[in-house]
């Protein structure tokens, strides 16, 4: 990996976290409780698709880690964390299988819905009930509207971020 691209992923990172925390500071009043924008999951899908599996995945596993670090708690890491990762895997192969069929605000939207299941079942594991599921419903409801403004978001980025050379060396 050349220097431009680690410079490249510790920037995203690095605004994967700014967002994280600067989303935490916002009192979201959505009608679902729990509920968040999702702001970091715009780096995320990004990511996907500037840079290989291995390198996307580890902007979403650095920025998870690093941001518990800083302002979180062990139960945070574990939400976010079992969240980011089914939502990285599932926005992933929904690229790699319909690359050209799915937009996106498709893969956005289906990334945000993961990310909630994603919560929802490491809170099932924890609770040791699977009734928090009925849940799902209405965090499905926040996760298509939040993942609709990510993924314009993202599709946006994408026009400007593309003209960027990152396996140029410097």
């Known amino acids: 990996m050349n220097t431009r691209k680690i410079i490249f992923i510790a920037i995203l990172v690095s605004q994967a976290m700014v967002l994280s925390i600067i989303e935490r500071m916002i009192p979201v009043s959505f009608a679902v409780p729990g509920a968040k924008l ?10 996907i ?15 998870s880690i690093m941001t518990s670090f800083i302002a979180g708690s062990l139960s945070n890491f574990l939400y976010s964390f ?18 050209d069929k799915v937009s996106t605000i498709g893969v956005s939207i289906v990334g945000g819905v993961s990310h909630n299941l994603g919560q929802l079942i490491m809170a099932s594991l924890i609770i040791h009930s699977f009734n928090i599921l009925g ?22 980025l994408l026009k400007h971020l593309n003209k960027i050379d990152i396996n140029k060396n410097i």
Not at 135 to 156: C, E, S
Request: proline letters at 2%; charged letters at 10%.
């Open 38 to 47: 999702g702001l970091a999951n715009i780096i995320t899908l990004t990511s």
């Open 49 to 63: 698709y500037l840079f290989t599996f291995k390198e996307a995945l580890s902007i979403v596993i650095l920025k």
């Open 82 to 99: 079992s969240g980011a990762i089914l939502s990285f895997f599932v926005m992933y192969f929904l690229i790699l299988l319909g690359k």
């Open 135 to 156: 849940y799902l419903p209405f965090l499905m409801i926040a996760g298509i509207a939040t993942g609709f403004i990510v993924g314009v978001t993202v599709r946006f």
